[in-house]
């Protein structure tokens, strides 16, 4: 028989952040950059034996530059990832995005009076995060009076039973985010 597995990974900076802004009770949305550390500690036990067999190969052609190549491909991934990792909070009067990564540290809010609707999509044309290890692409729109904005969170996933690598899932987010009377529109499959 085949298991899946599950996660219950959090952002302990969303809370710090929190902690020091907010008093409400708050449910919050984890969408952790851990994921996408995870996904390349992975690869990279997978990837141990074949660098291992043509290192050689590799010093030969490309000597030092082969580090300075991966620190930069790394570098790139690591903004792009922090930029799509979004945490999501709720509480009585607003929805709160925060995004704990550096450089883009940023928390913003939404009083749901202001909210005329939310859309969950998925970026299908983003080949760029592809590249670069980020599998999900998944986002929100919040639609507000003065305009929109789109909030992304690749580290937070669909509902899939008992294989999800945090405890909430987008599909709790949308339940919870209902119950404030918002209009929700789902484009996820």
Same mark, same amino acid.
């Given at each position: 028989?085949?298991?899946?597995?599950?996660?219950?990974?959090?952002?302990?900076?969303?809370?710090?952040?929190?902690?020091?802004?907010?008093?409400?009770?708050? #449910?919050?949305?984890?969408?952790?950059?851990?994921?996408?550390?995870?996904?390349?500690?992975? !690869?990279?036990?997978?990837?141990?034996?074949?660098?291992?067999?043509?290192? #050689?190969?590799?010093?030969?052609?490309?000597?030092?530059?082969?580090?300075?190549?991966?620190?930069?491909?790394?570098?790139?991934?690591?903004?792009?990832?922090?930029?799509?990792?979004?945490?999501?909070?709720?509480?009585?009067?607003?929805?709160?995005?925060?995004?704990?990564?550096?450089?883009?540290?940023?928390?913003?809010?939404? /009083?749901? &009076?202001?909210? !005329?609707?939310? @859309?969950? /999509? @998925? &970026? /299908?044309?983003?080949?760029?995060?592809?590249?670069?290890?980020?599998?999900?692409?998944?986002?929100? @729109?919040?639609?507000?009076?003065?305009?929109?904005?789109?909030?992304?969170?690749?580290?937070?996933?669909?509902?899939?039973?008992?294989?999800?690598?945090?405890? /909430?899932?987008?599909?709790?987010?949308?339940?919870?985010?209902?119950?404030?009377?918002?209009?929700? #529109?789902?484009?996820?499959?």
């Amino acid at each position: 028989m085949l298991y899946g597995f599950s996660m219950n990974l959090k952002d302990r900076r969303v809370d710090k952040i929190l902690r020091n802004k907010e008093n409400q009770k708050n #449910q919050i949305f984890y969408s952790p950059i851990l994921t996408w550390v995870i996904f390349w500690f992975i !690869l990279f036990c997978i990837a141990i034996p074949i660098v291992f067999f043509s290192w #050689q190969l590799i010093w030969h052609y490309l000597g030092y530059y082969f580090f300075i190549i991966l620190g930069v491909y790394f570098g790139i991934g690591y903004l792009i990832a922090s930029k799509l990792n979004n945490s999501f909070v709720l509480n009585e009067e607003n929805l709160i995005i925060v995004n704990p990564n550096f450089p883009w540290n940023r928390v913003q809010y939404f /009083k749901f &009076n202001d909210i !005329l609707k939310i @859309e969950f /999509k @998925e &970026n /299908k044309q983003h080949f760029l995060a592809i590249i670069f290890g980020i599998v999900e692409r998944n986002y929100i @729109e919040v639609f507000t009076k003065k305009g929109e904005s789109r909030f992304y969170c690749s580290g937070l996933s669909i509902d899939c039973f008992d294989e999800n690598w945090t405890e /909430k899932t987008l599909d709790d987010f949308k339940f919870e985010l209902q119950k404030t009377g918002v209009e929700i #529109q789902w484009y996820l499959d």
